[in-house]
Structure formats: C-alpha cells, structure tokens
C-alpha cells in the first residue's frame, strides 16, 4: 500500500459545483495532514492544514479521520480558478512530508 | 509570507555536463532546506535534506555523488546535478520551513525544470 494515495481525477466540474477528494494514508503514526495546491507547471502551496476536528476556510472544508486513516477536502461553489492539482501531504515527523500523486480537478464554465 | 526564491527556472544542457541549482530563502534563515524531484504526473519525491553547515542527508536510491548538496548559509543551498543525463530531466524544487510558520507548512521555490539533451 502506497505511503499517500490519492484518485488522480481528473474531476470535471462546471462553476459552481460542491467537489470532494478524498486522501488515504497508510502510517498510523503520522502526526498532521495537509492540502496543498500546485497549479501546472508550478511549485505547490499549502492550501489549508487539516485538524483533527475538522476546519474550514471559506469554501475550502478539510475533514480528517484517523480510525479509517483517510482525509478529505471539500470545495464548494467552485471557480474556475479553482482548477489545479491538489496534493494531499502527511506529515510523520519534523517537516518530514510525503506528498500523494495529486488529484486534479477541471471547473469548466 | 516566507518567499523562496529558486534559479535558474529552466536549463538544458548537454549530456554529461553538471548544474548547479540554487534554492534561497528570500526573508527568513532556513537551517534546514529540502529538494524533491518531479516527474510528470509523478508526487514531489524527497531526494534529500539540506543541513546547515553539515552534511546533508539522502533519501534511499538517491546517488550523493551524483547529487551533491552544499548548504553553505542560512539563506543558501545549492543543488548540483554532476554528469547529467537524459533521464535525470525532471522539474526540481527546494522548500524550506520558516519557524514564524505553522509546523509542516513549507515554502516552495518556484522550481527548475531539467532537461538533458
């Protein structure tokens, strides 16, 4: 079982559609959980962390679930600016992060 | 917040010949930076971590004398790629963690991208 998994997608949406990936982790251990974004041919940036209780940032919800050691990210009212890859990253150690494939999601308008 | 700040954005080279890779951090001290490599449609792949003042240390099946790490500042880490060759052609991308930020977010450069003819 790979470290990070992720479906790569791509997801194809139009404007203003609810969208959700979901991430799974195979380490138990590991200790914090992030989303990132990396836009085509860019470097990633970090999106949002995920908490234990779940968080929100705007139309971004990132959930985690350590019993089914999955994570998941939901975006509502999707913009076409929203288009990218997102990367789910886990964090096992001190900025030890191992970075799934990536799934990428299209909004068409 | 934190930049890092990556050069050259491209190069292409010919086989055989070695580059060098700069990954600075722009507005913070960085004692430690890491470089990943990225193949298409592949995850970022940690190749190693770059300490201060120290050796740096390389994932498992990455060549350290093929790719050698110089972390000479704070601010500075050099990435040289010796005797390049076409399949070492990828995207290349250092980050660095600013301890002003949350644990685990890291900065990014903006990356290299290899080619080796």
């Known amino acids: 079982r790979k470290e990070v998994e992720q479906d790569p997608g791509p997801f194809n949406v139009p404007e203003g559609a609810t969208v959700a990936f979901n991430c799974t982790y195979s380490n138990s251990a590991s200790q914090s959980f992030f989303w990132y974004r990396q836009d085509c041919r860019k470097e990633p940036k970090l999106l949002m962390s995920?908490?234990?209780s779940g968080n929100e940032d705007g139309r971004f919800t990132a959930q985690l679930n350590r019993a089914s050691q999955y994570i998941s990210l939901l975006i509502r009212d999707s913009k076409l600016s929203d288009s990218a890859t997102y990367l789910c990253v886990v964090n096992k150690g001190y900025s030890t992060l191992t970075f799934g494939k990536g799934t990428m999601l299209l909004v068409s308008p | 917040g934190a930049v890092v700040s990556q050069h050259p954005s491209w190069v292409i080279c010919k086989s055989g010949t070695s580059v060098k890779i700069e990954c600075r951090s722009l507005?913070?001290?960085?004692?430690?930076m890491f470089w990943y490599r990225q193949f298409p449609k592949q995850s970022l792949m940690l190749m190693a971590t770059s300490n201060e003042g120290s050796k740096a240390t390389y994932e498992q099946g990455v060549e350290k004398d093929k790719f050698l790490i110089n972390h000479a500042s704070l601010t500075l880490s050099t990435l040289t790629v010796t005797s390049a060759h076409p399949e070492d052609s990828s995207f290349y991308i250092c980050?660095?963690?600013?301890?002003?930020?949350?644990?685990?977010?890291?900065?990014f450069g903006e990356g290299s991208r290899l080619t080796v003819l």
């Open positions: 980050s660095a963690r600013s301890m002003q930020g949350p644990p685990g977010e890291l900065f």
């Open positions: 995920v908490y234990s």
């Open positions: 507005d913070f001290q960085a004692t430690t």
